[in-house]
């Protein structure tokens, strides 16, 4: 079990800037094409700073003769694209940022992922979730016997109830049903059908 890559929630970047881009031209462009920022990249498409709304926006007086260099904040946090959707997270989280530029290892920018895109994950539906997690988590992953664990989703919140061969499962159980997407918080109930050895 793994959460989803980068790569596969990103946006491919179609839209980059250069060094001498000037304001106005990135102005048009995050109105064009409905988007809060832009990656400032060199002639061989390497991230070197990101441009956003808010750069835009501290120019209390746009200067015309201003361009992405001087607007842009350098360095760029960014992400690589086998990243988990969580790691990328966090990195927004502590970093105070709305999205991160997709990069190679190379430096060149593939795709944009915005906290939107995260959002989507937590969009599935409930009974997705639930298939997943009988499937996936209980029947493939740890062989445990479907009649002995009920699965409950309501908008996101998993609640286990039942019992579980081993007492070993139990934190098993709650940290790969936490993993699926779309989790929002599990309620874990279960117990261990395991009979207490005799200590006599």
Known sequence: ???????????????????ATPFKEIARLLTDFDITAVPVVDEADHLIGVVSEADLLRR???????????????????ARP?????RAARVMRQNQVK?????????RVIGILSRSDLIRLFLRRD?????????????HA???????VTVQVD?????????????????????????????????CRLTSSAPVPDRT
């Not at 209390?60 to 960014?78: H, W």
């Not at 086998?82 to 969580?86: A, I, K, T």
């Not at 934190?171 to 918080?185: A, F, K, N």
């Open 99 to 107: 999205r991160l530029p997709v990069v190679e290892p190379d430096g």
């Open 127 to 139: 009974h997705e979730i639930q298939e997943e997690i009988i499937e996936d988590v209980l029947t």
């Open 155 to 187: 908008d996101g919140l998993v609640t286990l109830s039942g019992s579980v061969p081993d007492p070993g499962l139990l934190p098993v159980v709650l940290r790969l049903c936490q993993s699926v997407d779309g989790v929002v918080d599990v309620d």
């Open 60 to 78: 209390r007086s746009p200067d015309v003769a201003s361009t992405a260099e001087r607007l842009m904040t350098s360095p760029a946090v960014a």
């Open 1 to 19: 079990m793994r959460h989803r890559a980068v790569a596969d929630l990103m946006t491919p970047t179609a839209v980059t800037v250069r060094r």
């Open 82 to 86: 086998e990243w988990s959707v969580v």
């Open 142 to 148: 740890l062989a445990v016997p479907v009649s002995a």
